[in-house]
């Protein structure tokens, strides 16, 4: 069956660093969403999109993140100038037509620790 | 604003029990969706099972139910004949049903549910 898959698992990084976190969809879905869960916290959605464009963000979504499409299978995540707060795990998931009947499908999601 | 609420952290069961996994909801809405997510240990989540607020019957899916009660606006799992492979994160989520933009999900804390042999 098939999968979402993101990477790193696991990624360090220093607090001002920028970091990159990769999301590969299941390969006919066409919307595309970031969530996050802090430690002891829920899960929390973080942006949507479709067609090449952000559908709708939510407050978290600042100017510090950004998403892009950058090829046919990639969906990145970028935080440009890392903080503390922004440790979490990072969940990607994919649904074929972000309906609301549709099942979105999550991958095993990115632990980012800021140092 | 939509909340999701899972009042219990964790739970566990006997293998071959049932247990019972609680949520409550607050919307303003009318059409919305329910589902409960699994979470195995370093796994991704999975759709457990799905409840539309427009359907007055419970979803079942083998052995995974639903006790859905929209007017006191709760959304319990219950897993019956438990087995070791159910041990896992729960969460419950929500999801609107109309209106502009996407349809993202909000999800409660979760409930970490133990199977015992």
């Known amino acids: 069956e098939p999968e979402v898959t993101q990477t790193p698992s696991h990624q360090v990084t220093q607090m001002g660093q920028e970091v990159i976190l990769r999301c590969v969809p299941i390969s006919n879905h066409l919307y595309f969403y970031w969530y996050r869960q802090i430690l002891g916290q829920k899960v929390e959605f973080l942006v949507s999109f479709y067609n090449n464009e952000i559908s709708e963000k939510s407050e978290i979504f600042d100017d510090q993140f950004s998403v892009e499409r950058p090829d046919g299978s990639n969906f990145t995540l970028k935080i440009r100038s890392t903080k503390l707060e922004d440790s979490a795990m990072y969940f990607c998931?994919?649904?074929?037509?972000?309906?609301?009947?549709?099942?979105?499908?999550f991958g095993p999601g990115t632990r980012l620790t800021v140092l | 604003a939509q909340t999701v609420t899972q009042s219990q952290p964790e739970m566990s069961v006997q293998e071959a029990e049932t247990v019972t996994l609680s949520c409550t909801y607050d919307t303003s809405e009318s059409d919305y969706y329910l589902f409960w997510y699994k979470q195995p240990p370093s796994r991704q989540m999975i759709l457990v099972i799905r409840?539309?607020?427009?359907?007055?019957q419970n979803a079942t899916e083998n052995r995974f139910s639903v006790n859905f009660q929209k007017a006191a606006k709760s959304f319990s799992l219950k897993i019956s004949d438990s087995q070791l492979g159910d041990a896992a994160m729960y969460f419950c989520a929500y999801r609107r049903g109309t209106g502009a933009g996407s349809y993202q999900l909000t999800f409660g804390k979760g409930t970490k549910l133990s199977v015992i042999p």
């Open positions: 998931a994919s649904s074929e037509t972000g309906l609301p009947t549709d099942t979105q499908y």
């Open positions: 409840q539309e607020a427009y359907k007055q």
